[in-house]
């Protein structure tokens, strides 16, 4: 035994009666037995219950309960209904359109515009990914809507040319370029 537990003493401080035990539940049964009740005797609460009050009760429960007609308001107004029918439609209109087929297309020669098709010439041969010399520039040169070919300029005087030229080009060295 370690020398810390020999100083505890075997010695209980508590006792308990001799025969304690051994009579409890008798005398726990004769308390029960006796004539003196563990309530009060008196019977008198200090209440009171007026005369006749349980005869007519009755009468006066029902007379309260009695359902009155209360003024009902609606929280969902027929006008709020026909909002919310409306919205409905157009989003299955618009549900309609998004999904609604439609024939496929293919572009041809005739859609495209002969004024866009010059301007992608001019800008291709302007940005250098295009090139062309004088005589198939001519051939996709259009007026009024009509191509005009290298043999619309055969009827042209040079004359008349070279006038024009000097007198609507400020710096002539872009012609000898």
């Given amino acids: 035994m370690s020398p810390q537990k020999k100083n505890i003493s075997n010695h209980s401080p508590f006792k308990v009666p001799e025969n304690y035990f051994e009579n409890l539940e008798e005398r726990?049964?004769?308390?029960?037995?006796d004539s003196k009740s563990l309530l009060p005797s008196e019977k008198n609460s200090g209440f009171k219950v007026p005369d006749s009050y349980f005869e007519n009760l009755e009468d006066k429960i029902l007379a309260?309960?009695?359902k009155k007609e209360s003024k009902v308001i609606n929280l969902f107004k027929k006008e709020y209904l026909y909002y919310a029918a409306a919205v409905a439609a157009l989003f299955i209109m618009m549900i309609g359109d998004v999904f609604k087929t439609r024939p496929e297309y293919t572009p041809g020669w005739d859609d495209l515009?002969?004024?866009?098709?010059e301007n992608y010439i001019d800008e291709g041969y302007e940005m250098g990914y295009i090139e062309l010399n004088t005589s198939d520039y001519s051939e996709f040169i259009s007026k009024n809507e009509q191509l005009i070919d290298e043999e619309d300029f055969n009827d042209i005087n040079s004359e008349a040319a070279f006038d024009y030229i000097d007198e609507?080009?400020?710096d002539p060295s872009f012609i000898l370029d």
């Fill in 28 to 33: 726990m049964m004769q308390k029960f037995d």
């Fill in 64 to 66: 309260r309960s009695a």
């Fill in 113 to 117: 515009e002969i004024s866009a098709m």
């Fill in 168 to 170: 609507n080009i400020d």
